[in-house]
């Protein structure tokens, strides 16, 4: 536990500032790259924990990864080459790792076992185990084959088409993993689009897919090309100070070459929504990701309803929106946002906890929350339910607070933004 106290920050946030890689493109830059058979190059990768795991998993496997903080270097035989571990696969916070991982093991000719933190092992696996099962997948879990740990027999599977019941980008993406190493069509349609990563960078290692609105349709057994991944700073950690300069007065900020691929964008909507002052700058792509520089002003906020195809666009940034969103006039709601009650803890309960202790007016509802603008923050102890996003949201909480914050325990930041602290002290005056 690394209990963290913050005074109140006057300071306002200026300057300029890179963010770290994208956490979903960085686990999938591995993936991939360990399937390719050659030489895979990663740049500007997350070195966060979650992706550790991910690298972690294929060096078990076999494959050679080399790994010195931003830049990793795959060199691999290809997925058949993929040899089977002798012991559990640890997949540790990582949701991500987790989900896309047991599409892939379901496909390949490897028995393994595989468990996570205590987190993990409560978080619904059933929404990917079931449709591998239609596919014809051997997975036996914990609570009658929903939860971590779990045991997977891999073997050949048959495509399904499937239509996904949950907004989901790592199911969508298990089942494409799943899909490359099966036989026949795999055609999944998605009620909303969630992002699109996995679509983006089997693309680039040379799978040919075709993806028309929300469907999408892949033919199984195709190889993977190694090529070179960029990773575009990671728009949900630079949410957290987009939304600070957004409310702080006098604030003017710059984030630098970060992923603009529109699935990940909502956060921006909301934000210009709301009344915040944004430029989008240098606009390029690499890869097939859309990247630029973001500059924020501060300005006067108001309230607004978020809900509907938007929340997959901005999922892991609802913490940090609600608590933009006392320092707004007026009322803001958020529905259809029932996933966050199954993230790394029950983000509704968890924000509504939080915000309220700080001395805001929050109402947790089934499916998100309403929250009352225009608040004064006092301070006090707070829980970071050891959950990345609900810490930095606990630390950027001081630039509105009168008094003291303790964070009980923020060493998870390391899951997503390693630097955090440090880079939100070069932003800063105090
Ligand atoms: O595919 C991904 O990389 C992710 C998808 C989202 O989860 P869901 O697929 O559960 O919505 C998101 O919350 C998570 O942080 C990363
Ligand atoms: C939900 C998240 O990640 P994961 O599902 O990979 O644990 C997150 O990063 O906010």
Redesign the pocket.
């Known amino acids: 536990m690394v209990e963290k106290r913050i005074s109140p920050q006057s300071s306002a946030l200026i300057g300029e500032l890179e963010v770290p890689g994208d956490?979903?493109i960085s686990?999938r830059a591995v993936i991939f790259g360990s399937l390719a058979k050659g030489r895979t190059k990663i740049d500007h990768f997350l070195d966060g924990e979650d992706c550790l795991r991910t690298v972690d998993i294929f060096q078990k496997m076999g494959v050679s990864i080399e790994q010195q903080g931003e830049t990793v270097v795959i060199n691999s035989d290809g997925a058949d080459s993929l040899i089977e571990p002798k012991e559990p696969l640890y997949f540790g916070n990582s949701?991500?790792t987790a989900?896309l991982m047991i599409g892939l093991l379901s496909g390949l000719p490897l028995f393994t076992t595989i468990y996570g933190d205590a987190s993990l092992s409560k978080r619904p696996m059933d929404r990917v185990i079931l449709p591998l099962s239609d596919m014809n997948a051997t997975i036996f879990g914990r609570s009658g084959g929903k939860l971590l740990p779990l045991a997977i027999s891999g073997k050949e599977l048959q495509a399904i088409q499937y239509t996904l019941p949950v907004?989901?980008?790592?199911?969508k993406?298990a089942l494409l993993l799943a899909g490359l190493f099966a036989n026949g069509e795999t055609i999944i349609t998605e009620k909303a689009k969630?992002?699109d990563?996995t679509e983006t960078m089997l693309g680039a290692f040379g799978v040919k897919l075709n993806v028309d609105g929300n469907t999408i349709r892949m033919d199984g057994k195709q190889s993977l090309k190694p090529t070179r991944i960029y990773v575009p700073g990671d728009i949900s950690s630079a949410a957290f100070f987009l939304a600070a300069a957004a409310a702080k007065p006098n604030s003017s900020l710059v984030i630098k070459k970060v992923g603009l691929n529109p699935t990940r964008t909502g956060i921006i909507d909301v934000l210009m929504q709301m009344g915040a002052q944004i430029e989008i700058r240098n606009e390029e792509r690499i890869g097939g990701e859309l990247l630029g520089d973001v500059k924020i002003s501060s300005s006067s906020l108001k309230g607004i309803e978020i809900s509907g195809d938007i929340i997959?666009r901005l999922?892991?940034e609802i913490p940090i929106i609600a608590l933009l969103a006392t320092q707004a006039k007026g009322k803001t709601v958020i529905k259809d946002a029932e996933?966050l009650r199954v993230?790394e803890t029950d983000r509704i309960a968890a924000v509504v906890e939080v915000l309220t202790t700080l001395g805001a007016s929050v109402t947790a509802t089934k499916d998100g929350m309403i929250i009352e603008g225009s608040q004064e923050l006092t301070g006090g102890n707070i829980s970071a339910y050891n959950d990345h996003r609900m810490a930095m949201m606990g630390a950027i909480a001081s630039f509105f607070t009168k008094e003291d914050i303790i964070i009980d325990d923020i060493s998870s930041i390391a899951i997503s933004y390693p630097s955090f602290f440090e880079d939100l002290k070069r932003i800063t005056t105090n």
């Open positions: 956490k979903s686990h949701g991500t989900r907004k989901s980008a790592q199911v993406s969630t992002r990563h997959p999922i892991d996933e993230k």
